[in-house]
C-alpha cells in the first residue's frame, strides 16, 4: 500500500526558505503513470495547488507563488522535495504531499500533512 | 480568490439528499472531464472521493455521484449519513498558466 510522509521543520522564519521532504513508501517514484505535488492549507481555509513533479524532473508551478517556489526529486531516495523562499505568515500552512495520476490529473493518495509555522 | 466556485456551506438531515455545486471557467471544467471532490474531516488529509467528473475510486460508497453540465461540476450525496459532514472540494485540470485549480471548499452539515 503506497503511503507518502512529510517532513521538515515545523517553524521557519521570515524571509528564510520553508524546506520540505517526501517520502514515498510501498511503490515506486518512477512510475510513469504519476505526477508527485504538493498542495497547502492556511489554518482555516481552502486547499491551494503549490505544484507538481514527475520522476524525470518536469514540473509545474503555481503562478501565484510568483517563482518564489521549486520542487525537485530524488529517485534514489524515492523521496521529493518543495523548497519555497522569503516566506511571510501568509505562508503558514499545513503542507500536504501527495500522488496525481497524469492521465486525469486528480490526487489520490495524501499524506498527512506536516503543519509549518513562519514566525520570529 | 479560489479558481473555482463552490457554496461556502450545505446542510441536509440524514436520509436526504444534498448536491454542491462547483463553477469554473472555459479553461477548466468547461472544456475538460479532469473535475475530481474531495471530502475532508478536521484534522485529516483530503481523501479522493470522485474523478474523471463522476468515477467513484475503489471503496467509496456509490452513495456519492458526481456530474458536470457546462462550466458546472456537481457533487450528490444521497442517503445522508453522520459521517459525511466535513468540507468537500472540488478541483480540475486547467489550461490556464497553472495545472490544477481547487474550489474554495463546502462545509457540509448533517442535521
Known amino acids: 500500500q503506497l503511503q507518502l510522509q512529510e517532513s521538515g521543520p515545523g517553524l521557519v522564519k521570515p524571509s528564510e526558505t520553508l524546506s520540505l521532504t517526501c517520502t514515498v513508501s510501498?511503490?515506486?517514484?518512477?512510475?510513469?503513470?504519476?505526477?508527485w505535488g504538493w498542495i497547502r492549507q492556511p489554518p482555516g481555509k481552502g486547499l491551494e495547488w503549490i505544484g507538481s513533479?514527475?520522476?524525470?524532473?518536469?514540473?509545474y508551478y503555481n503562478p501565484s507563488l510568483k517563482g518564489r517556489v521549486a520542487i525537485s526529486v530524488d529517485t534514489s531516495k524515492n523521496q521529493f522535495s518543495l523548497k519555497l523562499s522569503s516566506v511571510t505568515a501568509a505562508d503558514t500552512a499545513v503542507y500536504y504531499c501527495?500522488?496525481?495520476?497524469?492521465?486525469?490529473?486528480?490526487?489520490?493518495?495524501w499524506g498527512q500533512g506536516t503543519t509549518v509555522t513562519v514566525s520570529s | 480568490q479560489s479558481a473555482l466556485t463552490q457554496p461556502a456551506s450545505v446542510s441536509g438531515s440524514p436520509g436526504q439528499s444534498i448536491t454542491i455545486s462547483c463553477t469554473g471557467t472555459?479553461?477548466?471544467?468547461?472544456?475538460?472531464?479532469?473535475v475530481s471532490w474531495y471530502q475532508q474531516h478536521p484534522g485529516k488529509a483530503p481523501k479522493l472521493m470522485i474523478y474523471?467528473?463522476?468515477n467513484r475510486p475503489s471503496g467509496v460508497s456509490n452513495r456519492f455521484s458526481g456530474s458536470k453540465s457546462g462550466n458546472t461540476a456537481s457533487l450528490t450525496i444521497s442517503g445522508l449519513q453522520a459521517e459525511d459532514e466535513g468540507d468537500y472540494y472540488c478541483?480540475?485540470?486547467?489550461?490556464?498558466?497553472?495545472?490544477?485549480?481547487f474550489g474554495g471548499g463546502t462545509r457540509l452539515t448533517v442535521l
Open positions: 510501498g511503490g515506486s517514484i518512477s512510475s510513469s503513470t504519476y505526477y
Open positions: 513533479i514527475y520522476y524525470s524532473g518536469s514540473t
Open positions: 472555459s479553461s477548466d471544467i468547461g472544456v475538460y472531464n479532469y
Open positions: 501527495a500522488r496525481l495520476d497524469s492521465s486525469s490529473w486528480y490526487e489520490d493518495v
Open positions: 474523471d467528473v463522476s
Open positions: 478541483s480540475s485540470y486547467t489550461s490556464s498558466n497553472t495545472l490544477r485549480v
